[in-house]
């Protein structure tokens, strides 16, 4: 008999990971279903971005930032970096990772995944500057740690993945793995990430599988189709991470960490 919905009982989101039945907190965070969602999703989506900055997400359950990293070309300032995915976001990267940290200390209990990739505007002439500068300052925020694949900070509670084989650190993990079907068409999109689920069966804990978003223009289209992924979601099972731009929506997070209800013991 398998675990029933209500399993988890969950009394505020903002530390739902330290509310979970004790039974769960030995289970290894790649085998745990966690809700995420990108910074600056798409450009149509930029003025619905600040109606939840990233401590709003955070409170509101999210635990996964797919963090798209640009450089504006004519900035005068060498090393400032932004957000950027059809847009670059209003606020520089060390701010908004300096508010990341300031709610990790507040919360120790809560596991916060941050992947950086993309790294638009990393010309060749100035890559490997920006790339030292960022990850410099990431260790300097978050700590450090000597084991491979460890948490970073005093409290360990914040995991980076830095996707940049070049200026590979033994302190970050490596590329987590994401599937996402660039359509409209929900039907094509579900297929797709269906195939990608049979395939990627691993205990390897350094490959996560992340699920973006039905689509990716138009908030209204994407608006429409989050029940129908909640509605998917639902049925699933052994999934990881699952991110959406509407992470803050409607019943996301609770569907998501709901799910790990099946880890519990009938």
Not at 24 to 45: D, E, H, R, S, Y
Not at 124 to 150: C, S, V
């Amino acid at each position: 008999m398998s675990a029933k919905k209500g399993n988890i009982k969950i009394a505020n989101y903002t530390d739902w990971m330290s509310q979970l039945p004790s039974e769960l907190w030995t289970i290894p965070l790649f085998k745990l279903a966690i809700p995420g969602k990108c910074i600056q999703c798409n450009c149509v989506q930029h003025q619905t971005q600040h109606e939840y900055n990233i401590t709003m997400q955070l409170e509101a359950g999210v635990r996964y930032f797919d963090l798209r990293i640009a450089r504006k070309r004519n900035d005068h300032h060498p090393t400032r970096l932004y957000f950027y995915h059809g847009l670059y976001t209003s606020t520089d990267v060390e701010t908004v990772l300096g508010e990341i940290h300031a709610w990790t200390v507040a919360h120790p209990k809560e596991v916060i995944i941050l992947a950086f990739s993309n790294f638009n505007g990393f010309e060749k002439n100035i890559k490997d500057k920006l790339h030292n500068h960022l990850i410099g300052f990431i260790k300097t925020m978050f700590g450090r740690h000597p084991h491979t694949a460890e948490l970073l900070g005093p409290s360990k509670n914040v995991i980076v993945s830095y996707d940049y084989p070049a200026n590979y650190h033994p302190e970050m993990w490596k590329k987590i793995t994401y599937y996402y079907a660039n359509s409209m068409d929900r039907a094509q999109v579900k297929s797709k990430i269906s195939e990608a689920l049979g395939k990627e069966k691993t205990s390897n804990c350094e490959i996560l599988i992340y699920i973006l978003r039905l689509c990716d223009s138009f908030p209204n289209v994407i608006r429409r189709g989050l029940p129908k992924l909640l509605k998917w979601l639902k049925q699933q099972s052994g999934v990881n991470i699952v991110a959406s731009d509407l992470a803050t929506r409607k019943d996301f997070v609770s569907t998501v960490v709901e799910l790990n209800s099946a880890l519990m013991k009938p």
